[in-house]
């Protein structure tokens, strides 16, 4: 080789090693994140979890007389498998029967006592009665006889005779007096045996409604369709060997599965942004392919303390829209509520987001070769990004980590925040250029959002 291009060569090459070296150093070292500035639709949304229940549902209900038996809480022996298709007069459930079945007992024993005594103080005034009759009969005799010997004395000396008027006179009397104290016997007999059979009725009645209440402790469907398990106050199923209180003896439920709700609870950091009416999309842990649709039916007016969480939280009903035959009650939901949903805006990641003295908002902006801190204004936010009203424009490009040696250099503000913005003694607004001015054209316009934004 020729020794005038030699050198020039070696040094070439030296160049290009230098420069490759360089890169792949600076490549390496270099821990910078750029990404695009977004732009489209922007949904701000808030999601949670569910459970799916049927809007109209027929409970299957317990006996509902026990109260008046003593009986405060029933136990369920055996009840069918939840899902279990029945028809109306299907048995469904059986509760535990022996504190009744005790006192069935017990009421049969006074029932029999009841009827003895019933039956004594039937034969006594009987024979009270009896006694009475017979007499009344023989005073009756009496007067009789006293008739006669008074006519056979006629011819007596008067003394006689007055002694025959008084007898039969005594005799009437008698008479007159064992039929009065005959209807007052008659009477009392007649308000005791009253009395007996009152109270022997009263405790047959007593044992045949205990002796019917057994027979609704076999529980039966009262119409045709798919059993489901209901919740009791601790919020868990009552199924097999759970009990059931007198004041809501519901054992299952026989639910329509042509209507279905998902019942969440809502944060109360969150329960401001929920409304009636406001659209869901929502999923499925059961068939993570089907996609549904639905609306806020409802939202609780008080918090209340859910087990096992520290903050308090709001019922909200969702209605879903339309019919699916696969949709079955206690189902788990992914309900995404749509909280706004703006058209035609720019955002960024918030990660992308730096504050200074916690009044001016603003990124790292890629500038040609180059990079400077820019002011931005803000909009609404959801989890992940946040709305640009004003400082960048759709072709932008911005840093999500901190650029190597600008930490220390001015933001530049926006001269459409000046009378916005109360700036420190000292503190001077860097002039703009015509796209920070005026970042969406067209006079400034973004776009419009699809509904009224909420003030987060």
């Known amino acids: 080789?020729?020794?005038?291009?030699?050198?020039?060569?070696?040094?070439l090459l030296l160049a290009i090693s230098g420069f490759a070296f360089y890169k792949m150093r600076s490549d390496v070292k270099s821990e910078d994140i750029i990404v695009d500035v977004n732009s489209g639709e922007f949904i701000v949304d808030i999601t949670t979890t569910g459970e799916l229940e049927a809007k109209n549902s027929v409970p299957i209900m317990g006996p509902r007389g026990v109260r008046s038996f003593r009986i405060w809480n029933m136990t369920i022996q055996r009840i069918v498998e939840e899902g279990t298709e029945v028809k109306k007069g299907d048995w469904v459930a059986t509760l535990d029967k022996s504190e009744l079945q005790g006192q069935v007992q017990e009421e049969l024993l006074e029932v029999e006592q009841r009827q003895s005594q019933y039956i004594q103080t039937q034969l006594d005034t009987a024979l009270i009665m009896r006694q009475a009759r017979d007499e009344l009969i023989n005073l009756a005799y009496a007067v009789e006889e006293k008739q006669i010997q008074l006519e056979q004395s006629q011819y007596e000396p008067p003394a006689v005779i007055k002694q025959a008027e008084i007898d039969l006179d005594k005799?009437?009397?008698?008479?007159?007096?064992?039929?009065?104290?005959?209807?007052?016997?008659?009477e009392q007999n007649i308000a005791k045996m009253r009395e007996a059979s009152a109270v022997f009725r009263e405790s047959k009645i007593d044992y045949d409604k205990r002796q019917a209440m057994l027979e609704e402790f076999d529980i039966k469907a009262p119409e045709s369709g798919m059993v489901m398990y209901v919740k009791g106050y601790d919020g868990k199923p009552i199924k097999a060997g759970s009990q059931i209180n007198a004041w809501d003896p519901v054992v299952a439920s026989l639910p329509d599965l042509t209507t279905m709700l998902s019942v969440t609870y809502i944060n109360e950091v969150d329960i401001r942004k929920i409304k009636p009416g406001q659209f869901v999309e929502i999923g499925l842990d059961a068939f993570p392919d089907k996609k549904l649709a639905g609306q806020v039916m409802s939202v609780a007016n008080a918090g209340e303390q859910r087990p096992n969480t520290d903050s308090k939280v709001f019922q909200t009903i969702i209605e879903i829209d339309g019919t699916d035959p696969s949709l079955r009650p206690a189902m788990t939901t992914v309900n995404k509520i749509i909280i706004q949903n703006l058209d035609s805006v720019i955002y960024i990641p918030l990660e992308c987001l730096h504050t200074k003295n916690d009044s001016i908002t603003y990124v790292y902006k890629k500038s040609g070769l180059g990079v400077h801190k820019q002011e931005i204004q803000t909009g609404i936010r959801n989890n992940n990004s946040v709305v640009v009203e004003l400082g960048l424009e759709k072709n932008d490009r911005v840093y999500l980590s901190v650029p190597q040696g600008v930490e220390k250099d001015e933001v530049r503000l926006l001269a459409e925040l000046d009378g916005k913005r109360n700036l420190k003694q000292g503190e001077t607004v860097k002039p703009t250029d015509a796209s920070a001015r005026n970042p969406g054209g067209n006079n400034g316009e973004r776009g419009r959002p699809r509904q009224r934004p909420e003030n987060n």
């Open 171 to 186: 005799a009437k009397r008698a008479l007159d007096q064992a039929e009065g104290n005959y209807k007052i016997k008659l």
């Open 1 to 11: 080789m020729n020794k005038k291009y030699l050198i020039p060569a070696i040094i």
